[in-house]
């Protein structure tokens, strides 16, 4: 059958893959009786930390919580800057916010997209606490070089691995260079269970009690050590989780294979600039993302596939430093022109990319780009 339509998800076609392993650890939650802090999150936080390779790995309500959490757990708050980029979802930033913390920005790498460690230390003063680099698109930061900045200023690094679970550097681990790497399993991620989730993973035992205290009412087992909140991963969404991560490594190959073949069949494409994967690196791509070399042809290149069934999205297309009333009341610092990451957002179009795209969508895909780059000459 001819394709006409290609979707952004896949999520349904995942489900129907291994739906008999994911019905019986939900069946089985069920039946247990107990949904919140039970013994399916227990096992499924011990084989995430496995599979992982930290000593902990710690389930709470989402990514922004993880995040946040994390900061909190470090004693970052009002007073205190942390850096980050700006073209990157708006949860990084909203985290610093919630703990009442500045968000510093500097720009990103022009090719990987991830935060430029060169242009850190500009950006330290006797108030920054922590670094959070972002492995956007699935694309790991640079962070033997960030974790050197850290060092020389005695400053923490939260890994933000929403978008890159599975994923690696040449030399290094996730985790390797960091206080912690806070995931999110909302079903849009590459790891994703039918809700919202999140994940703390470190092997810091002191961030391990606190994030789990905090994230449960100050409560360790019975009494409260402190005020808290409410930020658990559900016992049903770590038995979805368990499941699937089991496979996680092929679902990331397939990715992988995909990008291979957009690489290749947009190869040569006059009007857009395809992403950039570092040599060595294992870029997951959780998202697949193209650049129209002019920024004012973006819209119409999104439009055209839109008109032909793509589901083609833009990540992120307002950088959160230009996004309506940012920063909320607070102050934020902005550190040099970020003139990478006005680029990225002016320019980016993300095609369709999940492991169950099947051959005849991926080949629709590239045609109907290659197409409209045709016709701008
Ligand atoms: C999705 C995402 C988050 C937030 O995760 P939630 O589970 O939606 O709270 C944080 N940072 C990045 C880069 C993300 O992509």
Known sequence: ????????????????????????????????????????????????????????????????????????????????????????????????????????????????????????????????KAIIPVHLYGQCADMPAIAKVAERHGLAVIEDNAQGIDGAGDTFKQGEFSDAVCTSYIIQKNLGCFGDGGMVFTDREDLNETIRKLGNHGSAARDHHSPGFNSRLDDIQAGVLSAKMKHITAWTDQRIAIARLYDAGLAGCRHIDLPYAKPGYRHVYHLYVVETKNPAKRDALLSFLKENGIDAKTHYSIAIHRQEGFPWGKSYRIVGEVANAEKNAASCVSLPMFPELLPEEIQYVIDKVREWDAAQG
């Open 1 to 128: 059958m001819a394709v006409s339509q290609v979707g952004f998800y896949g999520h349904v076609r995942q489900y129907f893959n291994i739906k008999e392993e994911i019905d019986a650890n939900i069946e089985s939650v069920l039946l247990s009786g107990k949904y919140v802090r039970g013994p399916m999150l227990a096992a499924f936080e011990e084989q995430a930390a496995e599979y992982f390779g930290s000593k902990y790995a710690i389930g709470v309500g989402n990514g922004t919580d993880a995040i946040w959490l994390t900061l909190m757990a470090l004693g970052i708050g009002e007073g205190d800057e942390v850096i980050t980029h700006p073209n990157t979802f708006f949860a990084t930033a909203e985290a610093i916010w919630i703990v009442g913390a500045t968000a510093v920005f500097v720009d990103c790498d022009p090719k990987t997209k991830c935060i430029d460690p060169n242009l850190i230390e500009a950006a330290v003063t006797d108030k920054t």
